[in-house]
Nanobody, 115 residues
Framework: QVQLVESGGGLVQAGGSLRLSCAAS????????MGWYRQAPGKQRELVAVTTSSGSINYADSVKGRFTISRDNAKNTVYLQMNSLKPEDTAVYYCQYGTMWRNYWGQGTQVTVSS
């Protein structure tokens, strides 16, 4: 099993910044993906950004140029720096850790952007 612990959510005004962190522990593997998804009320969960252990990165179009995903493989930790936040970024953000066998999810952290 893999456990994910998220931190860094909160309330911020439009145009502000937040940084999310997610640390994986347990049966972690060297080859993996780590990323962030979000789910707003009444909407489906969607990809925000994901990075692989080999260094590949993918962003949702809606966050390109504003959000930056990074990871520390030695700490099994992934970060999401969110700048120029907009009210439409308001959602519960979930950390994802994936291996070739399955995905694991964090408990979610609320990000609220006020206008």
């Amino acid at each position: 099993q893999v456990q994910l612990v998220e931190s860094g959510g909160g309330l911020v005004q439009a145009g502000g910044s937040l940084r999310l962190s997610c640390a994986a522990s347990g049966r972690v593997f060297a080859i993996n993906t780590m990323g962030w998804y979000r789910q707003a009320p009444g909407k489906q969960r969607e990809l925000v950004a994901v990075t692989t252990s080999s260094g590949s990165i993918n962003y949702a179009d809606s966050v390109k140029g504003r959000f930056t995903i990074s990871r520390d493989n030695a700490k099994n930790t992934v970060y999401l720096q969110m700048n120029s936040l907009k009210p439409e970024d308001t959602a519960v953000y979930y950390c994802q850790y994936g291996t070739m066998w399955r995905n694991y999810w964090g408990q979610g952290t609320q990000v609220t952007v006020s206008s």
